[in-house]
Structures are given as C-alpha cells and as structure tokens.
C-alpha cells in the first residue's frame, strides 16, 4: 500500500483487483466442481460475482486507507 488518502496507484489498483477477482474464481471454480456441476453461464454468474464484488470492496479499502495503512485518517504531515 503506497497510495495517499482516498488516491489508488495504478499498482494498488492492479493488485487489488487481480488479488480478488483470481481468489473468486478459483473458489468458485472449486465448489462447480465439487458439486459436480458443468460450466454454464448458470454456474459461472456467481462465481464472476463474487469476484467483481471482491474487487470492488478491496479497491474501497485501498481507498479509505493512507500510505501509512491507516483507515479513515489523512497523511500525516511532516512539518
């Protein structure tokens, strides 16, 4: 986390989001298959669900949080 108070950096936001979307589908894609279930538009529209809300939340938390990994507080000054 090197991104300021309610900024991303491009490297924040992408590993955010490759971070939850791959943990997403790799769980759902587990449970398809547990469940023996074949892959349709059905079984998978959940599954990218989840992901892109897993997305969503991280990229919030990145958000709300300063370089520091503080939520909710503004950069420090160092006057």
């Known amino acids: ?3 300021k108070f ?12 490759l ?10 894609v587990i449970n398809i298959l547990d469940a023996g279930a074949v892959f349709t538009w059905i079984t ?4 990218l669900i989840a992901g ?5 939340s991280y990229l ?5 949080t300063n370089s520091q ?5 503004r950069e420090p000054s160092f006057a």
């Open 1 to 3: 986390m090197n991104s």
């Open 6 to 17: 309610l900024q991303l950096n491009a490297r924040d936001f992408l590993r955010g989001l």
């Open 19 to 28: 971070v939850a979307i791959l943990t997403a589908i790799i769980t759902g």
């Open 44 to 47: 998978i529209k959940p599954v």
């Open 52 to 56: 892109v809300s897993a997305a969503l």
């Open 60 to 64: 919030l938390k990145c958000l709300a």
């Open 69 to 73: 990994d503080v939520m909710f507080k």
